[in-house]
């Protein structure tokens, strides 16, 4: 792209347009904390495991939304993302549960991009 302002917004976007389900699922999950141990337990997953779930979820999705670390956070969260949907969408008999499997897969590679692309410069980053 030959206009880096027009590329440093779209990549702003699309921070923020990836973080946003992390960070409202870290939410969601703080409020919801009972249910979503017992859902990780279903799924042979320790409700053990669950603060450091929100905390990958909420602090990693905020760090991509500001930019901070965004290299970093990216790696985290795309590997989150694709042991999230080996360890709980696998029953591809649903067909929903395919579609989210696909849904992770294609943010796992956004996370891919945006850690080889780096944050641009409308972050703390800066790069």
């Known amino acids: 792209m030959n206009n880096p302002a027009l590329a440093d917004a779209a990549k702003l976007v699309g921070r923020i347009l990836l973080a946003l389900m992390f ?15 017992a859902y990780m337990g279903s799924a042979g997953v320790p409700g053990i495991l669950l603060p450091l779930v929100i905390i990958v979820e909420l602090i990693g999705g905020l760090m991509i939304v500001v930019g901070y670390k965004t290299r970093l956070a990216a790696l985290a969260l795309f590997a989150f993302t694709i042991a ?16 989210l499997f696909m849904k992770n ?18 972050s703390v980053d800066k790069d």
């Open 84 to 99: 999230a949907s080996v360890l709980f969408h696998m029953n591809w008999a649903q067909p929903m549960q395919q579609l």
């Open 23 to 37: 960070v409202l699922g870290g939410w969601s999950k703080i409020n919801g904390y009972a249910g979503t141990q």
């Open 105 to 122: 897969l294609a943010v796992a590679g956004g996370f891919l991009v945006l850690f080889t692309a780096g944050a641009g410069a409308y």
